[in-house]
């Protein structure tokens, strides 16, 4: 089946998206002092809303509010605030349908990620947070466990949603209050959950939404009276906040960026593992952190892979992201469309060879084919650089102990992947690559009873599981 564009028959009918958004504070939407700016429909172009920017001024009163309400909210039971919890996990249940078409609309993913894995996560985060509000001591985390404070939370474009559940579940959980500032180019999920919010009941100011750019982002952050600071995003932005908060007491976790191996011996199963390089590279377009982007396959079978793998590239669809055939939606933003050709280009004229199944791309919107490089070495800036996007660079190995090296010749080390069908071999490599995560004949797998997160320069500090726990309470190691 040839790789093609795949028109939507889908109506958004069901989103009620408004001409103008402002900001959520202390339990209400206001207008924010800054100038305003718009996100847009990447697959199309067109602008969807214009969304207030919050200014410093915004952001202090985020914080203040923020502050109120942590005296009541960290006083009130676990018990109690487990209901607040579970309140909102059935309330984006209910709205599931509505959640994922405006996450497709204003991100660019397929609505079958959206659907059938954010969302579904999402509610998942705050159902598992509910449970663990009543039982912070017995989480092994201390015999009685306080909650920081004030927590500023800044979260990225490729998972809007999904990184909002990941850090205001436990961060509610523990007790502490929360101002959070999404990506400028995906603020609408974030806006509808501030709706969840009023809806849950939600005492106001304890959760507090403010949208803008990076200096707002930085306002967030670099605020006194914020207790903690929660960041997921790039490395660059990630050394920023760590110099920014230097010397304070702030305590922060940093999910930062990837350029995980997957790693295919020879006896691992084929077709399976095909589907996992598919799943773990062009997933939500390649925009992950933890995407698999650098496959090392041993050399006796890599044309085997290498021509399986071209196929199946072949049978992918892409196209509108409300189209549910749709495998591969828009890519997020004119300028991450912009540095994923760039470093495609590079990779070109550096000599690895390129290829991309034959397709053609709509006119309009922000598109970019399933890429694969293969003549890669570890000098490529392709092999070395997070691109992104969906492009996959592929190189290939003769020993285990290669395999490893190659693995952990990045500055990074948030994943991994292994697939092989000796579990002794699994175990080895799991002990030997420095991720945070390995995965062992799968890919991209999540669950909100399991920690992430990476070492190096993807990060410090976990989110997920009790470990997720332990990043919003005093004394606790995260």
Known sequence: MAFEYAPAPESRSIVDIKPSYGL?????????????????????????????????????????????????????????????????????????????????????????????????????HFFYYAGWADKLEHAGLGPDPQPLGVAGQVIPWNFPLLMLAWKVAPALACGNTVVLKPAETTPLTALLFAEICQQADLPPGVVNIVTGAGSTGQAVVSHPDVDKVAFTGSTAVGKAIARAIAGTDKKATLELGGKAANIVFDDAPIDQAVEGIVGGIFFNQGHVCCAGSRLLVQESVADEVLGRLKRRMGTLRVGDPLDKNTDIGAINSAEQLARIRELSDIGEAEGAERWAPACDLPSSGFWFPPTVFTGVTQAHRIAREEV?????????????????????????GL???VWTEKGSRILHMASQLRAGVVWANTFNK????????????SGYGREGGRQGLAAYLKGADA
């Open 446 to 457: 999540f669950d909100p009873a399991s920690p992430f997160g990476g070492y190096k320069e």
């Open 24 to 124: 959520f504070i202390d339990g209400e939407f206001v207008d924010g002092r800054g100038t305003s700016f718009k996100t847009v429909n990447p697959a199309t172009e067109e602008t969807l809303a214009e969304i207030a920017e919050a200014s410093d001024a915004d952001v202090d009163l985020a914080v203040r509010a923020a502050r109120r309400a942590f005296r009541g909210w960290s006083r009130m039971s676990g018990k109690e605030r487990a209901k607040y919890l579970f309140r909102i996990a059935r309330i984006i249940q209910e709205r599931a349908r509505e959640l994922a078409v405006l996450e497709s609309i204003d991100n660019g993913k397929p609505i079958k990620e959206s659907r059938d894995v954010d969302v579904p996560v999402v509610a998942a």
């Open 415 to 417: 994943s991994a992947g």
């Open 388 to 412: 992104f996007g969906p492009v996959l660079s592929v190189l290939t190995f003769r020993t285990p102990a290669e395999a490893i090296e190659k693995a952990n010749n990045t500055p990074y």
